[in-house]
């Protein structure tokens, strides 16, 4: 039976108490009863020990989809979840001995999943009576040793962030997180960890954490005039030498930032996105880098650095629990100093193992309330709706989300900005989603809106508007005409994901895939007129775009004509349940189409 929230949080202290007895115990080589009975033994020269590490865990705690309500599944075989992860660490734990082991996050924990939802909008941690966020509670019992912030740990603002905080039973580093007034951190710069070596100087572990410069951007409404984010090289170059000034024997950094020095922002900030090599790289005295933020698994990658010529090792673990990194450390000690001389890193796959009892028994509770709240029906639908050819197809789906920004917005508009015409862009989030016919559930219309992204109206140009478009059609493959199109090679060029690529609703164009990028988008007009350079628009778009995610043009910079707090996912949900019935009729239409010298192509 699922443990009742005061049991819960009993349980979770006999355990961390449990936990440490079991890592005293693995530093101690012998009992009083035994040294007495032989010499004192010769203190080693070496040493072993190893780091783990997750990241982008998106508030997955057990290997399932509230999507599709149903064990989580997909064409490789991953699992998802802390609770699978928790068993392999239990595993490496064991095999190496509890105090020979830690464990590291590199951020993205509270955001991603219903359940994450749920703490932080419905039943929310910062409420009379709060709950334990689930992901606190599965990782304290895991006894992290410390996360970094990531960028989604701002998306429900600082207040439900400061009470996670406080809820984890380990730090959440963020040395590039500042106090915008003071320029102080805002949250703790590293930590320092002790490796313990019976008859030897304990090893010093630094560990830094840096989160993302985009947060300045992302989470504006949430961040601006309250924290700054400078560059990780910048921080990192503060911080690593103050750790070796401390004595710590190896340098750890967990980093909420890729490792292929891009940045999704283009110039907006003068900070790198994906910095995690360039840290590696400018930054001396670093030994081994977790990486996150990109979604993406790199078991083992060396950086060398430049000043020193030393290699520094870098590993992500993919995300959502696909994987668990192990960073495994050999040390010699050398006149009183630890010294590391070789290091690895691999992945691991939990999909191998069973989900650990104890964190099904901590949160089964709260994972069957989150799977009750979103199969509640708010509505009916008198079609399937399908996002399968969203990505090169107008379809009724999309045309849902534009309805509900553009109603939403033209509400909140002033008179003076309500005369303008109003349009909206949005992303085919996911492939997989549909609404069925029938009852229309929550999880059916999260399916669809899968981010916690809130509405913005914002003012572009005909000539913006059409930059805007341009932008977006760089998403698609140039095929020539007289060339079949297959949609398996058409979309997600120049690394433009999906989430990346905006539609348009409330204007017509076309977009030509068999011209040169910059030159696709064709007759785009307004209510059958042609669009004149100097005609503005309000815009309907997601606070991630209207702050400049992804690196569209003008948007960033726009006059404001609206804003709010609601999440769009929300407000679909709100119109679902004020209509009764969802019915493509009110709002289907298909303004834009694929060409290839000016023929359709679908």
């Known amino acids: 039976m699922p443990v009742s ?8 202290k006999k355990s961390a108490v449990t936990g440490a007895a079991v890592a005293a115990a693995g530093s101690v080589a ?4 035994q040294a007495a009975d032989r010499k004192p033994e010769k ?8 780091i783990l590490g ?19 599944k997909d064409s490789k075989g991953n699992s998802v979840g802390v609770a699978r992860v928790a068993t392999l660490v239990k595993q490496q734990r064991e095999a190496k001995g509890a105090g020979r082991v830690l464990l590291v996050d590199a951020g993205d924990i509270i955001q991603g999943t219903s359940l994450a939802y749920y703490y932080a909008r419905v039943d929310p941690i910062t409420g009379d009576d709060a709950p334990e966020h689930p992901m606190a509670v599965a990782m304290n019992h895991m006894r992290y040793d410390a996360a970094a912030l990531g960028n989604h740990e701002f998306n429900y603002g600082i207040d439900v962030l400061r009470k996670f905080e406080q809820q984890c039973h380990f730090p959440l580093l963020g040395a590039n997180a500042l106090d915008a007034k003071t320029l102080r951190p805002a949250f703790a710069p590293y930590t320092v960890k002790r490796i313990c070596v019976p008859g030897a ?3 010093k572990v630094g560990i830094l954490g840096l989160t993302n410069p985009g947060i300045a951007l992302w989470d504006k409404d949430n961040v601006s005039g309250k924290m700054v984010f400078p560059g990780l090289v910048e921080q990192a170059k503060k911080y690593v030498p103050r750790l070796r000034a401390l004595g710590c024997d190896v340098v750890f950094l967990t980093d909420h930032s890729g490792l292929d020095g891009s940045s999704s ?3 907006e900030l003068p900070y790198v996105e994906n910095a995690s090599n360039l840290v590696a790289e400018q930054v001396p005295g670093i030994d081994a880098i977790l990486v996150g933020h990109t979604h993406v698994e790199v078991p083992s990658y060396t950086v060398t650095n430049e000043e020193t010529g030393e290699d520094v090792l870098l590993s992500e673990p993919y995300c959502w629990g696909y994987r668990l990194t192990v960073f495994d450390f050999e040390l010699e000690l050398h006149h009183g100093r630890w010294k590391v001389t070789s290091k690895k890193a691999q992945t691991l796959n939990p999909n191998t193992v069973d989900e650990d009892p104890e964190i099904t028994e901590l949160l089964q509770a709260d994972h069957e309330l989150v799977v009750k709240y979103v199969n509640t029906a708010v509505g009916t ?10 990505c090169w197809k107008d379809v009724p789906i999309m045309d849902f989300i534009h309805e509900v920004q553009m109603k939403t917005v033209a509400a909140g508009l002033s008179t003076s900005d309500a005369a303008l015409p109003l349009i909206s862009v949005a992303a085919p989030f996911s492939r997989t989603a549909d609404i069925p016919a029938g009852d229309v559930t929550i999880r059916d219309v999260a399916g669809l809106y899968i981010y916690d992204n809130t509405l913005y109206g914002k003012k572009l140009t005909g000539a913006q508007l059409k930059d805007y478009l341009e932008y977006a059609a760089k998403y698609y493959a140039k095929v020539p005409s007289g060339t079949k199109v297959d949609t398996a090679t058409l979309t997600n060029a120049n690394s433009f994901w999906d989430y990346m ?8 164009y076309d977009i030509d895939i068999a011209q040169a990028e910059g030159a696709r988008i064709k007759n785009l007009a307004y209510d059958g007129t042609a669009v004149t350079d100097d005609q503005v628009f309000v815009v309907a778009v997601n606070n991630y775009r209207a702050n400049g995610g992804s690196g569209y043009p003008h948007i960033a910079d726009a006059d404001i004509a609206y804003s709010s707090t609601n999440e769009i996912r929300q407000l679909m949900i709100d119109y679902v349940t004020a209509k009764g019935t969802l019915n493509p009729a009110d709002f289907a239409a298909t303004n834009w189409k694929l060409t290839q010298d000016g023929t359709a192509v679908f």
């Open 43 to 50: 203190a080693p020269r070496t040493w072993s020990f190893s």
């Open 265 to 267: 922002y283009g110039d």
């Open 201 to 203: 100087p304990d090893i």
């Open 30 to 33: 012998a009992g009083p009863a």
């Open 501 to 508: 690529y905006d539609t348009a609703a409330g204007v017509s």
């Open 54 to 72: 997750t990241t982008d865990l998106h508030s997955h705690v057990f290997d399932w989809d509230y999507y599709t309500d149903a064990a989580y």
């Open 381 to 390: 639908c008198t079609e399937d709706l399908s996002g399968a050819e969203a």
């Open 5 to 12: 929230p005061m049991n819960r949080r009993q349980f979770v």
